[in-house]
């Protein structure tokens, strides 16, 4: 029985079924994955392909890094190993930055598809590996060299068989062997479920080929895309903006033009790559670009080649977000985050009902120390106001665009033995606007672990606060104590035993005049507590008298 | 001559099951609910059943209770005003929430918000950490004037009293509670550290403050309730269904009214457990799907699975996410949006999509003629035929399958260019994709295999959609009990008495010795069965459940493990956690340390074996066929005639072939081409997908 696609109905059936598939095998990764990022944040994502290697399905929530990098990657590994030397049971993987995803903690794990000995099509994870050797995850390195083992594409599985000189090669190379071992067959089993899903629902739905699907939702998505960008005017946009940088500040500039249907980024401007772990490859530039633009246009349609083929990317060789071999990359994100903002801003004035106001971003507190005479290594997340939109109120302690998850005090405090004293919305750091920013907080850990303890500070938004757009001011930075005296960030720091860490984070932008804020409210800003008085009178421009007026309502 | 009556109050209907203890004949009524005072509804529903047995109401031993009321409170923001203690420097904890988004691309989410207001909290200075030592002692004394001035302030009505590592020891919240009580004897008060307290202070805060949110609501309703029964001559037991599948008394609902959270679904589940038991299908996904939302639950060696947190009153899209989440003991469901309610349009590319939007009861679905002009899953049940307009809830409701084709041909096929039978064929398979797809991802999630399971559904819908979605789950066997459309008040009448109680505490495994295990169930026994001995039961009679939830050390995820709290399940504990743990995930890591992380028990009251429900209404007599019918027959394209039966004569032993379409009142059984039906002697229809 063999059917053919007719029909939308049955296209988005077909469709919807393929995308689960990716989301089942993602599932499987990040149950079975020891790397905390990949349980905790999801940093990994799982694609389908047809047998012509192009991207029907990429997993629901993989995060914004993976959007569209993967067919690249296939690429890649079709050029060293060809469609027709590839048999069953073969597995393929690379952690090489330029042809992954922009740094070598991830790895891209590729398994052929066959039903029967015909190939139908390919399956592929992504993941963030524990480790990867050299420096570890730090913006300290200067060049590759010094990150880790980088992984050509090589044969991880032949016709079933693990070849072992791999698992050798890494195990002389990496820190927990064991840990990144088990994340490698983690991705060799998620690759294996989606191969059996693909090749049943292909079974299932008489389809021999993938092919006629690929197109029509290839097809679909491109439409959408091309309509939607229709609706924004033609027209050229140009921004820059500054952020903090291993060695003084870093420029990042963009050129944004509409023409019917089709969008161009340019980032002519951006400054060059430099000797510091901070650089982006160009296929992490595209994700990023590719994401920005999604949210500002049609987020809801799923990730595949179709929705970046009206999207063209330029970006000058060696520049920050075109780092060529052998630039350092280990903390791509650091730069490769801040092009959302950078589009955004970009566009504040073209798509002022869609953009999204600079966030405070969230702080990844990486805290070595020892604990009940065990050693440990974590990350403490706490997270700055979400930027304000139009009509649309920035949330508290909510990160933008990266996306980790809080940490409970209770379970923090149980596994380091570290003290968390406090924990508070910070009033007045959301910047002001017609809609205002949200709220970034202040924390204040003290070290009872009884041994030393390091904190790497890295986090950004001290120098350069979060923008508002459309006439709203910025959101309050983000500082450093220690033992309450304050501190610069891009540093790691020792807290002995009693010592104390205060950090505040920074809030979001807000959106529009401030004086377009209604009194209603501002009037539930106090009541809350989220504006003081004296914020009324200095970032809404109040007088003192209508402050205290206001006041005695609440 | 005793009965024992089960009460499910639903959102629409108020379903009550009766069983005659002696004879194990069940008889069941529906009535519509009464939402400004749901005990009216019960109180006219039992005296409406007991008349339809004849039965006095003196005779009825035990009444079981099931209600939305607590979910819809919350739902609603229907609660009283709750004020908060909490430890000083921690009173934004629940403005915080996760610090995490739920969705990357939407840029407009919305969050729950919090049921205290900001301004409705007030801290104390005190703290103790991770170990229960403490750090800084309390004064409970120095909470009196701030807490009196926001009592009357903000005019609250109940006190939940919020301390950070409160699951380790709650001395300092107790403290405070009689301070509390003493000064302010009206309030209500809920303690984080009491009942189910376990780590991780966001979740656990947010189910206290839902305690104290609905306590005065659910203590007025209970009264009522009482009163209402008490004056129609009630003289029996009442009974609230819990989330766990397990009943408590009126004095443990009152106290611990976030327990009552999906109680009804609950109870469903738990019906579909014990039918699988009676066929001798100890694994089962049950499937009940209505108006508005579909859920499944799995269940293992005849015990639905379950969890111990419940995510409600979903903000944004029925989003996970949007809504709050509790520390309650549920059984574990998958739910989704789909339902007969369920609308459908066209999303962003262009593909056909249904729910989780849905047309509720007004206007409802188009075919109800009250206004409704977007095409719902029932529009199409009308249009491919397996709906019957003229029979509808058994002829109590008129629908026009005019309208219903309509709204397809206006609101869809058009835009589709398809015809009205291919697109609302296009609505009933995009719903059996939806909820196949989501109960394998749930499945795998728990590292069962589907395949294995027998479908049990129920609902108004799901025996609709039930033989086609287990044939995309490659499930063999659907069985459609009698009275499905009563389900949960049948479950009712099963449930045991059962408290459930847990507490957190770390542990490397190897430093975990039998005292430490004597103790740890010591204290979590004397809990259980103090509140199962108020409500009546000898603790010689109890059943207790233990389980642990451990991890590989330095992992993210804890797997349960069942436990029997004799010192020797000690030492069975590693290897119960390996295999628990490769059936999830496939592999074991035999060189890694185990960490015990939440300890818990169940005490219940003991099952024993139950009679077969004799179905009253099932005679089994007569001539089962009725004027056949064209309608949609999936396996070949186009509508061919099925016959029609009247599931209530059907006789036990009978067996057809589809296409068929089996009616009872309050719904369908689809039985397409490629399907054989057979009766057993229970009235149970089951469905064999060849």
Redesign the interface.
């Known amino acids: 029985m063999s059917k053919v696609i007719t ?3 049955t ?3 077909h ?3 393929l995308i ?1 598939i990716a ?2 095998m993602m ?2 990764l990040i ?2 994955a ?1 790397s ?1 990022t990949v ?2 944040t999801h940093d990994c994502s799982t694609t389908l392909f047809d047998a012509r290697g192009r991207a029907v399905a990429q997993a629901t ?1 993989a ?2 890094s993976f959007t569209g990098t993967a067919p690249i990657t296939l690429a890649h590994m079709l050029k060293r190993y060809p469609a027709a030397s590839l048999r069953p049971g073969d597995v393929l993987l690379t952690n090489d930055p330029w042809m992954g995803t922009g740094h070598m903690f991830d790895v891209s794990v590729m398994r052929p598809i066959f039903s029967g000995e015909k190939l139908v099509g390919y399956c592929m994870s992504v993941s963030h590996l524990p480790d990867v050797g050299g420096a570890g995850w730090s913006p300290e390195t200067t060049e590759m060299y010094q990150e880790g083992l980088r992984l050509p594409v090589t044969k991880f599985f032949e016709a079933g068989v693990r070849n072992a000189w791999v698992v050798e090669l890494v195990e002389g190379n990496v820190r927990v062997a ?1 840990q990144v071992i ?1 994340d490698l ?1 983690a991705n060799v ?1 998620c690759t294996a479920v989606g191969e059996r899903l693909l090749v049943e629902f292909m079974q299932e739905s008489g389809l021999e080929d993938l092919g006629p699907i690929a197109d029509a939702v290839l097809e ?2 491109e ?2 895309m091309r309509a ?1 960008l229709r609706q924004v005017a033609a027209g050229v946009h140009k921004h820059q903006i500054q952020i903090e940088g291993k060695a003084g500040p870093i420029t990042l500039a963009c050129t944004v033009q509409f023409k019917d249907g089709g969008v161009s980024v340019d980032y002519t401007g951006c400054d060059p790559a430099g000797p510091f772990g901070m650089n982006v490859p160009f296929c992490y530039t595209r994700a990023m670009t590719g ?1 920005a633009l ?2 500002l246009t ?5 990730n595949n080649d179709g929705v970046m083929a009206p999207i063209e990317i330029t970006a000058p060789e060696n520049c920050i977000v075109n780092a060529l071999p052998p630039a350092a990359t280990a903390v791509r994100h650091s730069v490769g985050h801040a092009l959302y903002p950078l589009l955004m801003g970009a566009l504040a004035r073209a798509l002022p009902e ?1 953009v ?1 106001a600079e966030s405070g971003g ?1 702080n990844m507190l990486n805290v070595r120390g020892e604990f009940k005479s065990r050693k440990h290594s974590q990350v403490f ?3 700055g106001g979400y930027g304000a ?1 139009q009509g ?1 109120d920035g ?7 990266s ?4 940490m ?4 923090w ?2 596994q380091t033995g570290m ?7 910070l009033a007045d750091s959301g910047g002001a606007g017609a809609a205002r920013g949200g709220l970034g ?1 202040r924390m ?1 850990m003290r070290n ?1 672990s009884g041994s030393p303890v390091n904190v790497s500070c890295f986090s950004g938004r001290t120098e350069f606060l979060p923008q508002g757009y459309a006439g709203g001011a910025p959101g309050k930075a983000r500082r450093y104590w220690i033992n309450d005296e304050p501190v610069p960030s891009k540093k790691v720091y020792v807290l002995k035993p009693g010592d104390t860490l205060m950090t505040v984070e920074a809030g979001g932008g807000g959106f529009g005049q401030p004086s377009q804020r209604t009194s209603e409210q501002l009037l539930q800003d106090l ?3 989220f504006v003081t008085e004296r914020g009324l009178v200095e970032d809404y421009g109040l007088t003192p008298a209508a402050a205290a007026e206001l006041a005695s309502h609440s | 001559m005793t009965y024992r009556i089960g009460v499910d109050i639903g959102g629409t209907f108020t379903d009550l099951a009766l069983i005659n203890d002696s004879d194990g004949r069940v008889f069941t009524h529906k009535l519509l609910t009464t939402p400004d005072a749901p005990e009216r509804a019960v109180v006219d529903g039992v005296r409406a059943i007991l008349e339809l047995t004849g039965g006095a109401i003196s005779d009825v031993t035990d009444l079981v209770h099931g209600t939305t009321l607590v979910t819809n409170a919350l739902i609603e923001r229907r609660g009283c005003k709750v004020g908060m203690i909490v430890t000083k420097g921690f009173r934004d904890t629940l403005d915080m929430g996760r610090e995490t988004r739920y969705d990357l691309y939407d840029l407009r989410l919305r969050f729950a918000q919090p049921l205290v207001e900001r301004r409705a909290r007030i801290e104390v200075d005190e703290r103790i950490d991770h170990s229960g030592r403490v750090l800084r002692p309390l004064d409970a004394e120095s909470i009196v004037k701030p807490l009196s001035e926001m009592v009357q302030r903000e005019r609250l009505e109940a006190i939940a009293i919020c301390l950070l590592h409160s699951y380790v020891d709650a001395t300092h919240e107790r403290q405070i509670a009689e301070v509390v009580r003493k000064h302010h004897p009206d309030l209500r008060v809920s303690l984080s550290g009491e009942g189910y307290p376990v780590i991780r202070e966001f979740e656990r805060w947010t189910t206290a403050t839902l305690n104290a949110y609905v306590q005065p609501l659910v203590h007025r309703y209970l009264g009522s309730l009482e009163s209402g029964l008490r004056t129609s001559g009630f003289e029996g037991r009442l009974l609230i269904m819990g989330s766990n599948g397990g009943t408590m008394n009126p004095a443990t609902a009152r106290r611990f009214p976030a327990r009552l959270l999906e109680s009804g679904p609950a109870a469903g589940i738990l019906m579909s457990a014990s039918v699988g038991r009676a066929l001798g299908r100890p694994d089962v996904l049950g499937y009940d799907m209505g108006g508005t939302t579909a859920k499944g639950a799995l269940i293992r060696e005849g015990q639905p699975m379950k969890r111990y947190d419940l995510e409600v009153a979903h903000v944004h899209h029925f989003r996970r996410g949007s809504g709050l989440t509790m520390n309650v003991p549920v059984l574990d469901m998958i739910e989704i949006g789909a339902g007969g309610g369920s609308l459908a349009s066209l999303d962003d590319r262009g593909m056909l999509q249904v729910g989780p939007r849905s047309a509720g009861a007004v206007p409802g679905p188009a075919c109800y003629g009250r206004g409704g002009t977007t095409p719902a899953l029932t529009d199409a049940n009308l249009v491919l035929g397996y709906l019957d307009p003229g029979s509808f809830l058994g002829g109590r409701m008129k629908v026009d399958a005019g309208a219903a084709a309509a709204a397809i041909e206006t609101g869809l096929a058009r835009d589709l260019s398809a015809t009205t039978t291919r697109a609302a064929w296009g609505i009933h398979e995009v719903v059996n994709e939806n909820v196949a797809r989501a109960f394998r991802v749930h499945a795998s999630e728990h590292g069962v295999d589907v395949r294995r399971c027998t479908m049990v559904a129920f609902g108004g819908s799901g025996p609709l959609h039930a033989a086609r979605v287990a044939r995309k789950l490659k499930i063999n066997q659907v069985v459609l009990p009698p009275a499905a459309g009563v389900m949960s008040a049948l479950g009712l009448l099963i449930s045991p008495l059962s408290f459930e109680v847990a507490m957190t505490r770390t542990t490397l495994w190897n430093d975990v010795d039998r005292q430490q295990w004597d103790e740890m169930f010591g204290i979590l026994r004397q809990r259980a069965e103090e509140v199962l001995s108020e409500a009546g039961l000898s603790v010689t009679d109890m059943e207790l459940h233990g389980r642990l939830d451990l991890r590989y050390a330095g992992q993210g995820y804890e797997v349960g493990v069942d436990v029997s709290l004799d010192r020797s399940s000690l030492q069975e504990v590693p290897a119960r956690f390996d295999a628990a743990y490769a059936s999830v995930f496939g592999i074991t890591l035999a060189d890694q340390q185990l960490e015990v992380v939440h300890w818990r028990l169940e005490a219940r009251s003991p099952t024993g074996k139950q009679r077969p429900m004799q179905f009253a209404s099932y005679s089994g007599q007569g001539e089962a066929d009725k004027a056949p019918r064209k309608a949609f027959d999936g396996e070949t394209g186009g509508y061919v005639e099925h016959r029609v039966l009247d599931r209530y004569r059907l006789a036990p032993g009978q067996t057809f072939e589809g296409p068929a379409l089996v009616e009872e009142m309050e719904s369908t059984t689809v039985v397409g081409s490629g399907v054989r039906g057979r009766v057993d002697q229970q009235h149970n229809l089951i469905l064999e997908i060849l």
């Open positions: 029909d939308t109905i296209l988005g059936i469709w919807d079924r689960s989301d089942e599932q499987a149950r079975t020891f905390s349980r905790e929530s995060i914004p064991d088990g067959m089993a679909h998505s439409d959408a939607s994401y999604k949210c049609l987020p809801s349609v799923p869609r999204h969230g997340f706490c997270s939109l649309f949330h508290s302690t909510t990160p933008a665009p996306n980790p998850r809080g409970p005090v209770e379970i405090e149980a003290l968390i004293e406090s924990k508070v919305l907080q204040r009872e009541r809350e507590g």
